[in-house]
């Protein structure tokens, strides 16, 4: 008998552990000798007595190429219950390594708890967590039943719960958007997502400057900001296009301006940085030169004035009007006025500005918080900006006045 030398190194020979990335890898290698479908038994009769007449030995060979790539325990175990027939030597293993038993499964969730989500980006250790986990559920599923699904969910609220402090925010509001839905979160969503604010922080970064905005027909907005233009984001910022619609963006397809037709063109900018959370909260804008509200029930007088305003991703929204807006605070209210409705908002936007033209004052605190105090310093804001956003966290909606009614 010829020997064959293809022995893979030693970390890769088949292992108590690593079946199923040594199957493939063993496949591979006995295709290329055409010995796998005689160890498969799936040759016809006739290919089998022809290869025969060609290679008497090839059996044997495929049996060393076998042996030669096992653990040397596993090898010499599995050999005498095979009787020295290479088919025999491949069903005993397969048997063995059963990719359904316990070990298999419990190999692969040592690894997923394994992980320290705070080291490394942390959207590539969601990914690596995905790609075990759907490895893992392959073992699981069968034609009946799907348990994957919750096992999936089940992976994914790990992470969230084990999310670094500064990212906690990301993970409440990521599970804040499945409330009443049907479908549990999953850990392809959570990637996307925290892959968006990966995005988006490196937009930031590089850039170092702030989205604009234009609106039409503002008669509040200074009018220095005539000469501002809007700057182009850069090539990897998801956009939409003419016609199309790109799913990556934050808006949905109903709201996405390039499958409406345009009414006119905006000829005013206004200075917008935090247009990044998905959910309806305040934040504290320092770029926005006036504020804009995304909820009728916080202003308490309204005109109605629709105006069109074209985000620096090339999406569209539109303000149904200005107002004044009230904010009940603990012991007395903030009013804003000249205030935006924006419905289609993610977000509530106060302006920094207004709160410094009435002597207010933002005071940083520990871990991540702060708070706007007034000349006599008394706390009037609460806020959080572990995100990176100045968020309100304490704030309530005034009662809309009964007269008051949404635009149309």
């Given at each position: 008998m010829n020997n064959r030398n293809f022995e893979l190194p030693e970390d890769l020979k088949l292992s108590s552990s690593n079946y199923l990335q040594w199957k493939p890898r063993m496949k591979n290698l006995l295709t290329l000798f055409g010995y796998y479908h005689l160890i498969t038994r799936t040759e016809t009769d006739e290919e089998s007595s022809a290869a025969d007449k060609l290679d008497p030995c090839r059996k044997e060979k495929a049996l060393a190429i076998l042996c030669l790539n096992c653990d040397v325990k596993i090898a010499n175990q599995f050999i005498l219950e095979s009787n020295n027939d290479p088919s025999t030597f491949w069903e005993v293993i397969d048997k063995s390594f059963s990719p359904k038993s316990v070990q298999n499964q419990t190999k692969y969730l040592n690894e997923i708890f394994s992980f320290d989500l705070s080291s490394g980006q942390i959207d590539n250790n969601i990914k690596d967590i995905m790609t075990i986990t759907?490895?893992?559920?392959?073992?699981?599923?069968?034609?009946?039943?799907?348990?994957?699904?919750?096992?999936?969910?089940?992976?994914?609220?790990?992470?969230?719960?084990?999310?670094?402090?500064?990212?906690?925010?990301?993970?409440?509001?990521?599970?804040?958007?499945?409330?009443?839905?049907?479908?549990?979160?999953?850990?392809?969503?959570?990637?996307?997502e925290f892959c968006l604010y990966t995005q988006r922080q490196n937009h930031k970064i590089n850039n170092n400057a702030s989205a604009?905005?234009?609106?039409?027909?503002?008669?509040?907005?200074?009018?220095?900001?005539?000469?501002?233009?809007?700057?182009?984001?850069?090539?990897?910022?998801?956009?939409?296009?003419?016609?199309?619609?790109?799913?990556?963006?934050?808006?949905?397809?109903?709201?996405?301006?390039?499958?409406?037709?345009?009414?006119?063109?905006?000829?005013?900018?206004?200075?917008?940085?935090?247009?990044?959370?998905?959910?309806?909260?305040?934040?504290?804008?320092?770029?926005?030169?006036?504020?804009?509200?995304?909820?009728?029930?916080?202003?308490?007088?309204?005109?109605?004035?629709?105006r069109t305003i074209v985000l620096a991703n090339g999406s569209q929204i539109t303000a149904k009007g200005i107002g004044t807006v009230k904010i009940e605070l603990p012991h007395s209210?903030?009013?804003?006025?000249?205030?935006?409705?924006?419905?289609?908002?993610?977000?509530?936007?106060?302006s920094m500005g207004t709160l410094l033209k009435n002597h207010y004052v933002l005071q940083p605190l520990d871990n991540n918080k702060f708070q706007i105090i007034d000349k006599s310093k008394n706390v009037l804001l609460d806020g959080d900006y572990s995100s990176g956003t100045l968020i309100i966290t304490q704030a309530q909606q005034h009662q809309t006045n009964s007269v008051l009614s949404a635009p149309d």
């Open positions: 759907r490895n893992l559920c392959s073992l699981i599923d069968d034609s009946k039943t799907k348990p994957s699904v919750l096992i999936d969910s089940m992976i994914a609220m790990w992470v969230i719960i084990n999310l670094p402090s500064h990212l906690k925010l990301i993970g409440e509001i990521f599970l804040q958007n499945y409330n009443g839905d049907k479908n549990p979160p999953s850990l392809k969503h959570l990637w996307e604009l905005v234009s609106i039409q027909g503002n008669p509040t907005t200074n009018s220095t900001n005539n000469n501002l233009s809007r700057q182009n984001p850069p090539k990897n910022f998801p956009r939409c296009a003419p016609g199309w619609h790109n799913p990556l963006t934050k808006h949905k397809e109903e709201d996405c301006s390039y499958l409406k037709p345009k009414n006119s063109k905006p000829t005013v900018a206004l200075n917008i940085q935090a247009l990044i959370i998905k959910n309806s909260v305040i934040i504290l804008d320092s770029g926005a030169t006036d504020s804009m509200f995304n909820q009728l029930s916080y202003f308490v007088n309204f005109s109605e004035s629709p209210h903030l009013e804003v006025q000249n205030t935006l409705y924006c419905p289609e908002l993610s977000n509530c936007l106060l």
